[in-house]
């Protein structure tokens, strides 16, 4: 079975940084795009950052400039570096893969896999 576990988020002062993981485990035969989305309460969640299994990446525009994202193909592991962090930046920050499961369908096809989220929040 698969599972992405985040880890990372907290709490932090406007302008301040923090670095989130998310590691994916399991049976799985490969991972194409990875990103990360936020939910703020009451608000519908957003694509935050994304990036290709060829390091291809796209940004929301309220993120450009101030977060970056990576990731290790060899360790299946996706990160969010964020810098000059906002009060508006706070949210859950959830880990998303599209992942070939060998456990599903033979393997087939892709499907979409959640982290169970990490609070982020930036005081003003």
């Known amino acids: 079975q698969v599972q992405l576990v985040e880890s990372g988020g907290g709490l932090v002062q406007a302008g301040g940084s923090l670095r989130l993981s998310c590691a994916a485990s399991g049976s799985i035969i490969s991972i194409n795009t990875m990103g990360w989305y936020r939910q703020a309460p009451g608000k519908q969640r957003e694509l935050v950052a994304a990036?290709?299994?060829?390091?291809?990446?796209n940004y929301a525009d309220s993120v450009k400039g101030r977060f970056t994202i990576s990731r290790d193909n060899a360790k299946k592991t996706v990160y969010l570096q964020m810098s000059s962090l906002k009060p508006e930046d706070t949210a859950v920050y959830h880990c998303?893969?599209?992942?070939?499961?060998?456990?599903?369908?033979?393997?087939?096809?892709?499907?979409?896999?959640w982290g169970q989220g990490t609070q982020v929040t930036v005081s003003s």
């Open positions: 998303n893969a599209r992942i070939r499961d060998a456990q599903r369908m033979g393997g087939r096809y892709e499907y979409d896999y």
């Open positions: 990036i290709t299994s060829g390091g291809s990446t």
